[in-house]
């Protein structure tokens, strides 16, 4: 062995990769940045605003304006706001909101991935191009008329249902009931929201269904796979997670929504889990609900409940990002 | 390219990895058929195909049969209806909206196209290779060689047996006995087309059809999965769209010459690969295999 020092061979430093740019890429990165950042500037210049507004009621109220569902607006003699006896709180909306938003999940995935399936891999093509006119259609319906249809004609027949869900399945603690009051319930919100959110997942279901590869699909009937066991093996790994984030577009959807819930719901300041109960509430519909009488200061806290109800959508939705990513897109 | 002795007969020099057995298979064919005769009653044969795309007439009246234990190579230059041929043969054609076809393809005597005949049935008898690999993302490589069980709800006594056997003849075996349960997608290009192979021959087809298995692969992969076909031509009937003609000198028994002149496609010539590439009957064909075009 000899003792030569090797002499390390001296490794570059990395070098800066540029480029410049024409003048026109230039102008259009500009352009496309503009684009893309506004959307985000004008997100946080409302959360900004509901922040500032709602700010003094999230102080004074502090934890209780989530953890409370006293809303009490008291006023001395003279129509000033008694500050210390005047209580907001937003606990049984916050509920409401999830329950009612649930139910319409629970109840619209499944609808909406089967009529995604049907139009994707088995409808004739005249009958996709009609159903998909249609499931559009539904999208862009104001929701007033959902509202209106639920309270006139799905009220009535959901109490059956409900009632049928309460004799059967009453052993679950959110089929109790105490109180036989079927109509203006959660539940009957959830079927409202669920039909007004159909068309939003399976509009990106069917989007993500029909991009299914070619080869994969092809080698699958290639070994002998019928529809079914192909759309199993092939199509619902690949679509898995586009279905989940089609499935968080309508939750999103469903705990904003404030007209049609309006409509059906009747708002009651108490925490219910009773999904058949006629009692509940959701965040939105309060708000609107509220607004026409406010005075400034309740006013700020609508705010204020504006920017939880904003929180919360956030949260839901990074949760169901999360989800989506530790899941693993394997089946892409 | 082969040479001929005094006698006619072929020396079978021209594919050497071809394994003896198929190499007798394919003597005693040569002496006693002509391909596109009499039908064996066993084996493929295709009859009179014709194919559309919408209007558009792309395959005219093909008339070939496929012998068990022979390695058949169609040739021809892009766009002359090789690849629609094949996917008559085990009814993928007809999933391409606005596909149409005409003639009879008989699998051990019976039209595959009459009415009342379970696909599922057929496509299980012929398997298929394409031209990109394509195993299940989200299958292990072991999931994927038996997904063809579960896709056509077969059931099978020993599965790891199966598992082993399948992944054996398609020559992969050695390289991920100790992995099977990474995801398919993990493997090489030319690792993931055997995968193919191993996951096609599960269902125990009598055909194979292979759609330029190659085309996307390097020499070293080539040359591997052309060995996998030398040694499955002895048990099965293999089909072979390829491009390169030098793997259909290689692998093949029989040659078929296809070409289109702007119009449909038609089979210009077909007979014993020997033949075809020392001494074709057609001009056409000559120039095609010699390099003079396409």
């Excluded at chain 1, 606990?91 to 991935?113: E, H, N, R, Y």
């Excluded at chain 2, 299958?139 to 579960?150: P, Q």
């Excluded at chain 2, 020559?171 to 995968?195: C, H, I, M, N, P």
């Amino acid at each position: 062995m000899s003792n030569d020092v090797i002499a390390p061979k001296s490794i570059p430093a990395k070098r800066e990769l540029t480029t410049v740019p024409r003048f026109s890429d230039r102008v259009f990165r500009g352009i496309v940045t503009g684009g893309g950042f506004s959307s985000l500037l004008i997100l946080g210049l409302i959360f900004a605003f509901l922040a500032y507004q709602g700010f003094s009621v999230l102080r004074s109220q502090g934890i209780h304006f989530i953890t409370g569902s006293a809303w009490e607006v008291v006023t001395d003699d003279s129509g000033n706001i008694i500050a210390s006896d005047t209580k907001f709180g937003l606990a049984a909306m916050l509920i409401g909101t999830m329950l009612c938003a649930i139910i319409a999940v629970v109840i619209a995935v499944p609808i909406s991935v089967l009529t995604s399936l049907y139009l994707t891999f088995y409808a004739p093509p005249f009958i996709k191009k009609i159903m998909i006119a249609v499931i559009d259609l539904m999208a862009a319906f104001p929701s007033i008329l959902f509202g209106l249809w639920g309270f006139f004609i799905l009220m009535p027949s959901v109490e059956y249902w409900a009632k049928l869900l309460h004799k059967y399945f009453g052993f679950i603690p959110f089929f109790k009931m105490e109180v036989p009051i079927y109509t203006r319930s959660p539940f009957v919100a959830g079927v409202v929201l669920a039909v007004m959110i159909i068309p939003i997942i399976t509009s990106v279901s069917r989007e993500i269904f029909s991009q299914t590869p070619l080869d994969r699909i092809q080698a699958a009937y290639a070994l002998g796979a019928t529809r079914w066991s192909m759309v199993k093996a092939v199509a619902l790994p690949y679509a898995r997670s586009g279905v989940v984030g089609g499935a968080m577009l309508g939750l999103g959807r469903a705990m904003g929504e404030t007209v049609a819930v309006y409509t059906v719901l009747n708002v009651v300041y108490q925490v219910n889990w009773h999904v058949l109960l006629g009692a509940g509430g959701n965040v939105a519909s309060m708000i609107l609900l509220k607004f026409g009488e406010a005075g400034p200061q309740e006013i700020k806290a609508l705010m204020a409940a504006g920017l939880v109800l904003f929180l919360l959508t956030l949260l839901v939705n990074s949760l169901a990002n999360l989800i989506v990513k530790s899941s693993g897109g394997k089946g892409r | 390219m082969s040479e001929i002795d005094k006698d006619g007969n072929e020396n079978m020099d021209v594919k050497p990895m071809t394994s003896s057995l198929a190499s007798v298979a394919a003597d005693a064919a040569l002496g006693k058929r002509i391909p596109g005769g009499q039908p064996m009653g066993v084996g493929l044969e295709a009859r009179g195909i014709h194919a559309w795309f919408g209007e558009k007439h792309v395959l005219e009246d093909i008339s070939l049969d496929f012998w068990s234990g022979t390695v058949t190579a169609l040739i021809g230059p892009s766009g002359c209806g090789k690849s629609t041929f094949i996917r008559t043969l085990n009814r993928m054609h007809e999933f391409i909206p606005g596909a149409a076809m005409a003639g009879e393809v008989l699998l051990d005597g019976q039209d595959i196209y009459a009415s009342g005949t379970d696909v599922t049935k057929i496509r299980l008898k012929v398997g298929m290779v394409f031209q990109k690999p394509n195993p299940f993302p989200s299958m292990t490589i072991a999931e994927n060689v038996l997904s063809g069980l579960k896709l056509a709800q077969l059931k099978v006594p020993n599965r790891d047996d199966l598992l082993e056997e399948c992944l054996e003849r398609a020559g992969l075996w050695a390289e991920v006995k100790d992995r099977l349960s990474a995801y398919g997608g993990s493997l090489s290009g030319g690792q993931q087309q055997r995968l193919c192979i191993a996951r096609a021959l599960a269902v125990r087809p009598a055909v194979l059809l292979m759609d330029e298995p190659c085309s996307s692969l390097d020499p070293g992969s080539t040359l591997k999965i052309e060995e996998t076909i030398s040694h499955l031509s002895s048990s099965m009937t293999i089909i072979i769209v390829t491009h390169n003609m030098q793997q259909a000198a290689r692998v093949s028994d029989y040659t078929a010459f296809f070409l289109s002149d702007g119009g449909p496609g038609k089979m210009v010539e077909v007979g014993p690969t020997g033949e075809i590439f020392s001494r074709p009957k057609d001009k056409r064909t000559e120039n095609y295999v010699t390099g003079r075009f396409g």
